[in-house]
């Protein structure tokens, strides 16, 4: 096993918080940081992937480097890339720049990479390693490496419920359970998303318009400017054709404000909708929407990260066909009763070896709400 220095430690720490830099712009690529670093610990060069099609983290930091690059050490949140996609091989820019090492936290997932571009630098004489922090790095782009591996995105399904644990009153109404932080919070995580998926059910009783409000998020210009928002793709799943035209998502406003719609109806509809709107039939599986089938067409479309907000009936079938990743709850100081809306509407458990086992990962408060994040095994 690889022993890495206390200075490995430090530079590539600092490639993977340049790394974060990109949650909200790379997709469909992965978010990757770059630090050049001369014999004496000194960095010469960072960088990081800005955006998809754009230069990548490696460029950056050979620019800033220059001449400084020659004889030092590269350390990269990601296995440098060895084909030609949009942008040239990072591996043979780093061969032509002189450094004479380069360390990953990981191997590219991408099987059009895994492992080439190090065994190229190999080839030529620089010494290459890698594993160094690469439980950060792959936390980094979970979405990206599951996309990679199985052909379907990361999903979170993010519910909001009372002390109790209920989401709506018996009525339906909900608006709102958590306060004005946690649905900021909300908003940065729809930003970070590559599509929100809801079901016909939700956008019906809420007409959501399902989008990233800008001015909601709270972020400096620094961190991400309006200019290079990313509205993510709305995915609404209408297996029994029952959307009107006429609800907020399907209008044709800006698409800078709100972005496309993926209809996924059980026949396609003879509604005329707006431009922005296409539709998508999927199998069935019995009388409901393959839902396996919507997550491999969604990775076929090459989203990474799925952001669910929706109600018991499609969070209950999510988490029956084993498809959730990521449960966010918010949980407010509220009680609705016994009559309220429960989270998951999914089969009856009566033995405790049946029941559904997560892992935490995270609670913290959030306003006057918790929220909290767990995994699922798998």
Known sequence: MTEFSKTDHQMMARAIQLAKRGVFTTAPNPNVGCVISNDKGVIVGEGWHKKSGTAHAEVHALEQ?????KGATAYVT?????HYGKTGPCADLLIASGVTRVVAAMVDPNP?????GLEKLNKVGIKTEHGLLQTSAEQLNRGFIKRM???????TVKLAASLDGKTALGNGLSQWITGPLAR??????????????SGSGTVIADNPMLNVRYSELNLSSDVLAQKDLRQPLRV??????QLPTSLNCLQNFDHNLAGSVLLVNGKSSQHQFEQHVSQWQP?????KLDLEKVMSKLGEMQLNQIWVEAGAKLAGALLQNKLIDELILYQAPKLIGSAGQDLFDTMQIEMMDQVINLNWTDIRQVGDDIRMTALFND
């Open 236 to 241: 609404l799943l209408d297996g029994r054709n």
């Open 283 to 287: 199998p069935f599986n019995g009388n």
């Open 78 to 82: 990601l296995e440098p890339c060895s």
């Open 65 to 69: 480097a220059g001449y400084y690059a």
């Open 149 to 155: 591996r199985t052909g379907k995105p990361w999903v």
């Open 112 to 116: 059009l990479v895994s492992g080439s």
């Open 184 to 197: 900021q919070d909300v908003q940065r995580h729809r930003a970070k998303s590559c599509a929100i998926l």
